[in-house]
C-alpha cells in the first residue's frame, strides 16, 4: 500500500470543546442522551472519550462508524495540564470507554472517574509505569503494536462489532508499519553528523530512538509548565554548540520565546511550530508524523 493514500482519512469524533459552544437546547439534548444511556452516544454507539486528537484519531480509525468518539482536550491546550471543565468531567463519568496514553502524560485529568480506561502505553511491548516516557506515538511501530488490543477493548463494549474491529485494527497497523517505512526514507537524508534534537520540552525520545536522531536537550524538562533556570540554559547553548546542532524545535503550545534565545545565542536556526502533542490542523495522525519529519529533515538537513 502506498502510504501516501493515507492522507485523505478523517477521524469521525467530536470535540467536548467544541460540544460547549453549542447553544444550550443542544447541549442539553447531548448530555440527555448521554445520561439515558448510561454509556452510549446520542445515536446508541458506545461513547469513547479520547484525551486528545492524536488519541481520538487512533481510536476513530479502529472504531470506525461503530463508536461515536469524543476528544477531550482540545488542540492547542498541553495534555500535561489541561483542566477539564465540569461537563467534560460528566462526559468522562458517562463514557464506555476512556482511551489515553499514560498516567506520565494526562496526569491533570480525572480518568479514574470513568468506568473502563485504556492507556495505550500499556500496549506497545515493553513501555511499563507511569514513570516511563509516555509519548509513544512519536514511534508508530508502538501504536500499531497498541491497536489490536484497541480493538478486543472496543469489542468488549460492542461484541456485535468485534470482526468489523479486529479488521480495521490489522489494516490500521499495517498503514502505520508503512508509514514507519516512509518516515525512515525521509530521515535518510539527514547525515548522521546532523541527526541532533533540541525540543521546548522533553518529549521526542521514541523518535529520535526509532530514527537514529540523538536528544541533546530540552529547557522546559518532561514538562512544559516549567521553568528554566538561566545556568540550565547557559548549558543547553554549550551543547548545542559543542554538538553541532543545526537548529532546534519548540513545540506548538509551548512558549517559543526560551528557545528563540537560546537559538539566537547558540547562532542556529529555529522552528516554533512543531506540532507533536496534538494533530495540529493536518487531519490524521499519520500526517501529522509526516509533516513534523517533513519539519526536523528541512530544519537538520545539509
Not at 497498541?146 to 468489523?164: Q, S
Not at 540554559?233 to 524545535?249: K, M, Q
Request: charged fraction near 20%; aromatic fraction near 4%.
Amino acid at each position: 500500500m502506498n502510504p501516501m493514500t493515507l492522507t485523505n482519512r478523517r477521524p469521525r469524533h467530536r470535540s467536548l470543546a467544541a460540544l460547549v459552544g453549542l447553544p444550550a437546547v443542544a447541549v442539553a439534548v447531548l448530555s440527555l442522551g448521554a445520561c439515558g444511556s448510561g454509556a452510549a452516544g446520542s445515536d446508541q454507539r458506545p461513547m469513547v472519550t479520547a484525551t486528545t486528537s492524536i488519541a481520538a484519531d487512533i481510536v476513530a480509525r479502529v472504531g470506525g462508524d461503530d463508536v461515536d468518539v469524543v476528544q477531550l482536550v482540545p488542540d492547542g491546550a498541553s495534555p500535561h495540564s489541561y483542566a477539564p471543565s465540569a461537563r467534560e468531567q460528566q462526559e468522562l463519568a458517562e463514557s464506555a470507554l476512556v482511551v489515553y496514553f499514560s498516567p506520565g502524560l494526562e496526569q491533570s485529568l480525572p480518568i479514574d472517574q470513568a468506568a473502563e480506561t485504556f492507556a495505550l502505553a500499556d500496549h506497545t511491548g515493553g513501555i511499563d509505569g507511569a514513570d516511563a516516557d509516555p509519548h509513544v506515538w512519536l514511534d508508530p511501530t508502538l501504536i500499531a503494536a497498541a491497536v489490536p488490543d484497541l480493538a478486543v477493548a472496543l469489542a468488549e463494549l460492542d461484541p456485535e462489532h468485534a470482526a468489523a474491529f479486529r479488521r480495521r485494527a490489522r489494516a490500521y497497523a499495517g498503514e502505520l508499519r508503512a508509514l514507519d517505512r516512509q518516515l525512515q526514507e525521509m530521515v535518510a537524508s539527514v547525515p548522521v553528523s546532523r541527526r541532533k534534537l533540541v525540543t521546548s520540552h522533553d518529549l521526542i525520545g521514541y523518535f529520535a530512538s526509532r530514527y537514529g536522531f540523538k536528544v541533546v536537550g530540552a529547557p522546559f524538562g518532561s514538562s512544559p509548565e516549567a521553568e528554566a533556570s538561566a545556568g540550565a540554559l547557559a548549558e543547553l547553548i554549550d551543547r548545542i554548540e559543542a554538538e553541532g546542532v543545526p537548529a532546534v524545535f519548540a513545540q506548538q503550545g509551548d512558549d517559543p520565546e526560551v528557545l528563540r534565545r537560546v537559538a539566537e545565542e547558540a547562532g542556529v536556526a529555529v522552528v516554533d511550530d512543531l506540532a507533536l502533542e496534538s494533530l495540529g490542523g493536518v487531519g490524521s495522525y499519520e500526517q501529522m508524523m509526516r509533516t513534523a519529519t517533513e519539519k526536523i529533515t528541512a530544519a537538520l538537513g545539509p
